[in-house]
């Protein structure tokens, strides 16, 4: 299948999809014990409105953030462009890919492909799909949970190594 993938890790990818990543420590950033409570439903981290405007800015991947057992959230929004390397966007397939250290969760748009996007083990490449039919200028949301590893004895900064979109042609 035909393949054009923008890195969306470095500036020259960003400007072209539009994106700034952003990052914030904690399960919940912002909240007393990085909001680690016991029976929490989950994080409004993961969710396309969630307002992130005060999250620190990077401007290129990988950006290693913390030490010992920690969680981090990475956020972007990105626009499909036009065309890709010359050729029209509309109607593609359109991949995320990326590879967490250590442990990573995918969400786009507010939710997580279960079998893909999970956690599925230290330092696995992860690749999800972001829409099956790609419209120029639509905008998705990705968030990705970072947690240090191992869980018993984490040691290291998490990072998300690399940040890729992947466009497929679809048809003939």
Same mark, same amino acid.
């Given at each position: 299948?035909?393949?054009?993938? !923008?890195?969306? *890790? @470095?500036?020259?990818?960003? %400007? !072209? %999809?539009?994106?700034?990543?952003?990052?914030?420590?904690? $399960?919940?950033?912002? @909240?007393?014990?990085?909001?680690?409570?016991?029976?929490? =439903?989950?994080?409004?981290?993961?969710?396309?409105? $969630?307002?992130?405007?005060?999250?620190?800015?990077? &401007?290129?991947?990988? %950006?290693?953030?913390? #030490?010992?057992?920690?969680?981090?959230?990475?956020?972007? =929004? /990105?626009?499909?462009?036009?065309?890709?390397?010359? #050729?029209?966007?509309?109607?593609?397939?359109?991949? +995320?890919?990326?590879?967490?250290?250590? $442990?990573?969760?995918?969400?786009?748009?507010? @939710?997580?492909?279960?079998?893909?996007?999970? /956690?599925?083990? +230290?330092? /696995?490449?992860?690749?999800?799909?972001? =829409?099956?039919?790609?419209?120029?200028?639509?905008? &998705?949301?990705?968030?990705?949970?970072?947690?240090?590893?191992?869980?018993? %004895?984490? +040691?290291?900064?998490? +990072? /998300?190594?690399?940040?890729?979109?992947?466009?497929?042609?679809? *048809?003939?």
């Amino acid at each position: 299948m035909p393949r054009a993938t !923008i890195n969306i *890790g @470095e500036p020259d990818g960003q %400007a !072209i %999809a539009g994106v700034t990543w952003k990052y914030a420590r904690g $399960y919940v950033p912002g @909240e007393p014990n990085e909001g680690l409570v016991e029976h929490s =439903t989950g994080s409004p981290a993961r969710l396309p409105d $969630y307002d992130d405007s005060a999250w620190e800015i990077c &401007h290129d991947l990988p %950006a290693r953030v913390s #030490h010992g057992f920690t969680f981090v959230w990475y956020r972007a =929004t /990105v626009t499909i462009p036009a065309t890709v390397h010359g #050729h029209p966007t509309a109607g593609m397939r359109v991949q +995320f890919e990326t590879c967490v250290d250590d $442990y990573g969760e995918i969400w786009i748009d507010g @939710e997580c492909n279960r079998d893909r996007g999970a /956690v599925q083990g +230290f330092n /696995v490449p992860q690749r999800v799909q972001l =829409t099956d039919n790609a419209q120029p200028g639509s905008r &998705h949301t990705i968030a990705i949970l970072a947690v240090n590893g191992p869980l018993g %004895a984490p +040691f290291g900064t998490v +990072f /998300v190594r690399y940040a890729n979109l992947g466009f497929e042609w679809t *048809g003939a």
